[in-house]
């Protein structure tokens, strides 16, 4: 199984990216996909989810700015992050998951991740 995300770079506060997460190896819609962040001297922390069906989930600091969504034909899943602040700057990993999302850290594959970077 591989998850390779991709689309990180430096951007402007109030900025906009697109964050892709190409998977292969597995069943894609038969599984739960997540956005974590880690940024640095933190845990690695929950930002967005997307169940088999297409229920989203988010977590607060997100909401609103942040949109998810997931293409099954293509195997991959999307992150739109819009009005971006300095403390959205981490590295982003996308994650799968068997069964039901969850805002923990125990999913079943993990990408690599993609540097987001945020300036003020």
């Known amino acids: 199984v591989q998850l390779q995300a991709s689309g990180g770079g430096l951007v402007q506060a109030g900025g906009s990216l697109r964050l892709s997460c190409a998977a292969s190896?597995?069943?894609?819609?038969?599984?739960?996909m997540g956005w974590f962040r880690q940024a640095p001297g933190k845990e690695r922390e929950f930002v967005s989810g997307i169940s088999r069906r297409g229920t989203t989930y988010y977590a607060d600091p997100v909401k609103g700015r942040f949109r998810i969504s997931r293409d099954n034909a293509k195997n991959t899943l999307y992150l739109q992050m819009n009005s971006l602040k300095p403390d959205d700057t981490a590295v982003y990993y996308c994650?799968?998951?068997?069964?039901?999302?969850?805002?923990?850290?125990?999913?079943?594959?993990w990408g690599q991740g993609t540097l987001v970077t945020v300036s003020s």
């Open positions: 994650a799968a998951k068997i069964g039901g999302l969850t805002t923990n850290t125990k999913y079943n594959y």
């Open positions: 190896g597995l069943t894609f819609s038969t599984y739960g």
